[in-house]
T-cell receptor, first 109, second 114 residues
Framework: GENVEQHPSTLSVQEGDSAVIKCTYSDSASNYFPWYKQELGKRPQLIID?????GEKKDQRIAVTLNKTAKHFSLHITETQPEDSAVYFCAARTDKLIFGTGTRLQVFP | KAGVTQTPRYLIKTRGQQVTLSCSPISGHRSVSWYQQTPGQGLQFLFE???????NKGNFPGRFSGRQFSNSRSEMNVSTLELGDSALYLC?????????????FGSGTQLSVL
C-alpha cells in the first residue's frame, strides 16, 4: 500500500523567511496530493492541493510542487508569519488518503 | 452549512471496555473517513465509508470497526480497549466521487484509556 514520508519533523524559521517541507510517496498510482495545516488544539484544514497532471500550484504565499518521476512533492511558504506556526501534513491518495507524519513549523517574530 | 460534528469530545475508558464514537458529516457529503492521530505518528487511516459501504480499510486490528447509516452519519467502535488506543480520533467527510475527495475534518474525539 501507499507510504508517505515527510521531512523535516520540526522546522524553525525567522519571520519573513521561507519554509520548505518535503514529502515522498511510494505508490506511483497516487494522483492527488493535498496539504493540511493543523493549529494547536484545532482540526486539520486543507490549505492547498495538487493533482498528478499538474507540476506546480500557487496560492498567495503558498505553493506546492510535484515531481512524479521522483515521487516527491513539496510545500513552499514564502514571507512566513507567526500565524503560519502549526503542524503541516502532506498526503497522497490512490484509493485512500494516506498522510505523512507531520512537520511542526515554528515562525519566530 | 454546519461542519463535521463529532461526539463526544472527550472520553475516558478503562482497558477491556468498548467505545462508540459518532460522526455527522457535512450535509450532502456521502463519504466519511476515520483517522487515528497520535503524537509522532501523524494521521493513520482507519477506514472510509461511502453510501453505507466500507470502501477502504487501513491496517488496524479487527477490534476497530465502523458503519455508516443511510443519512451518512457514521459510527466507529473499538472493542476490548488497550492502553495504546489512547488517541485523538478524527473523522472527515467529503462529497465523494471522482475528483471530489477534499476532506473536511471534525474536531475529533479525544479517547483516554486507563
Amino acid at each position: 500500500g501507499e507510504n508517505v514520508e515527510q521531512h523535516p519533523s520540526t522546522l524553525s524559521v525567522q519571520e519573513g523567511d521561507s519554509a520548505v517541507i518535503k514529502c515522498t510517496y511510494s505508490d506511483s498510482a497516487s494522483n492527488y496530493f493535498p496539504w493540511y495545516k493543523q493549529e494547536l488544539g484545532k482540526r486539520p484544514q486543507l490549505i492547498i492541493d495538487i493533482r498528478s497532471n499538474v507540476g506546480e500550484k500557487k496560492d498567495q504565499r503558498i505553493a506546492v510542487t510535484l515531481n512524479k518521476t521522483a515521487k516527491h512533492f513539496s510545500l513552499h511558504i514564502t514571507e512566513t508569519q507567526p500565524e503560519d506556526s502549526a503542524v503541516y501534513f502532506c498526503a497522497a491518495r490512490t484509493d485512500k488518503l494516506i498522510f505523512g507524519t507531520g512537520t511542526r513549523l515554528q515562525v519566530f517574530p | 452549512k454546519a461542519g463535521v460534528t463529532q461526539t463526544p469530545r472527550y472520553l475516558i475508558k478503562t482497558r477491556g471496555q468498548q467505545v462508540t464514537l459518532s460522526c455527522s458529516p457535512i450535509s450532502g457529503h456521502r463519504s466519511v473517513s476515520w483517522y487515528q492521530q497520535t503524537p509522532g505518528q501523524g494521521l493513520q487511516f482507519l477506514f472510509e465509508y461511502f453510501s453505507e459501504t466500507q470502501r477502504n480499510k487501513g491496517n488496524f486490528p479487527g477490534r476497530f470497526s465502523g458503519r455508516q447509516f443511510s443519512n451518512s452519519r457514521s459510527e466507529m467502535n473499538v472493542s476490548t480497549l488497550e492502553l495504546g488506543d489512547s488517541a485523538l480520533y478524527l473523522c472527515a467527510s467529503s462529497p465523494g466521487g471522482q475528483n471530489n475527495e477534499k476532506l473536511f475534518f471534525g474536531s475529533g474525539t479525544q479517547l483516554s484509556v486507563l
